[in-house]
C-alpha cells in the first residue's frame, strides 16, 4: 500500500528493515508493479535501487513498466530506465 500510495518514506523505511521489495500478492502484482501503476516515480527509484527485479511478471503476464506504459505513465518509463542505469552504475544487480 505504501508503494501504491507514493509514501516514498515509508517504503524507505521498510527497505531499511529487511522488506522484501519482490514480494508480491494473489495476482503477482510487486511493490513496482504498484508504484508504476500509479505513477510513484520516488517510490520506483528507491524500490529499484533497493534490488527490487523490474522484469517480474504479475498474472497479466506485465512487468511492472508494461503496467505503466499501459496507463500512460509515461514519466515512470522514464524514471525506471534512470533508476535501472543508476542502480548499475552503484553495482546493484537489476533483472
Same mark, same amino acid.
Given at each position: ?6 509514501? !516514498? /518514506? ?9 522488506? /522484501? ?8 502484482? @510487486? ?10 516515480? $520516488? ?9 527490487? @527485479? ?6 497479466? $503476464?506485465? @512487468?511492472?513498466? /508494461?503496467?505503466? !506504459?499501459?496507463?500512460?505513465?509515461? &514519466?515512470?518509463? /522514464? ?6 542505469? &543508476?542502480?548499475?552504475? &552503484? ?5
Amino acid at each position: 500500500m505504501a508503494a501504491a500510495n507514493g509514501h !516514498v /518514506d515509508i517504503v524507505e523505511y521498510l527497505i531499511r528493515n529487511g522488506v /522484501d521489495v519482490n514480494a508480491s500478492n494473489n495476482e503477482k502484482n @510487486t511493490p513496482l508493479h504498484w508504484a508504476c501503476l500509479n505513477g510513484k516515480k $520516488e517510490v520506483v527509484k528507491a524500490l529499484i535501487l533497493a534490488g527490487a @527485479t523490474v522484469s517480474l511478471l504479475n498474472s497479466y $503476464e506485465r @512487468t511492472p513498466m /508494461d503496467e505503466a !506504459v499501459a496507463r500512460g505513465e509515461m &514519466q515512470v518509463v /522514464d524514471a525506471v530506465s534512470a533508476a535501472v542505469a &543508476q542502480a548499475e552504475l &552503484q553495482g546493484v544487480s537489476v533483472n
